[in-house]
């Protein structure tokens, strides 16, 4: 599975922006879809997730201003994000935890986006 990024950019604080990510078809079936950041100097942190019958995740630091959605028709995962801060600025990564089923057995990778860059504004 090869995930493709889009949504990223330049925004003022209190701006929105929405990043979507699409998975190419493949045999794995798809976990969780999610979103991760890492901002310079920091560690990368999970940002919110979605399992495939819409259980969700979101990080305190984002909860109320940002929201995940998901199609599972489509392989999607969007990130809607509002009311955006200068701490917010981050490259946004796009994951999936995959389950692989071949005739050797089941296996679990995870597969992540090249990332886009978000940049707030003050």
């Known amino acids: 599975v090869q995930l493709v990024e889009s949504g990223g950019g330049l925004v003022q604080t209190g701006g929105s922006l929405r990043l979507s990510c699409a998975a190419s078809?493949?045999?794995?079936?798809?976990?969780?879809m999610g979103w991760y950041r890492q901002a310079p100097g920091k560690e990368r942190e999970l940002v919110a997730r979605?399992?495939?019958?819409?259980?969700?995740y979101v990080a305190d630091s984002v909860k109320g201003r940002f929201t995940i959605s998901r199609d599972n028709a489509k392989n999607t995962v969007d990130l809607h994000m509002a009311s955006l801060k200068p701490e917010d600025t981050a490259v946004y990564y796009c994951?999936?935890?995959?389950?692989?089923?071949?005739?050797?057995?089941?296996?679990?990778?995870?597969?992540w986006g090249q990332g886009t860059l978000v940049t707030v504004s003050s």
């Open positions: 994951h999936a935890s995959l389950t692989v089923t071949t005739i050797e057995g089941v296996s679990y990778v995870e597969e």
């Open positions: 979605i399992s495939s019958i819409g259980n969700q």
């Open positions: 078809r493949s045999n794995a079936d798809i976990n969780y």
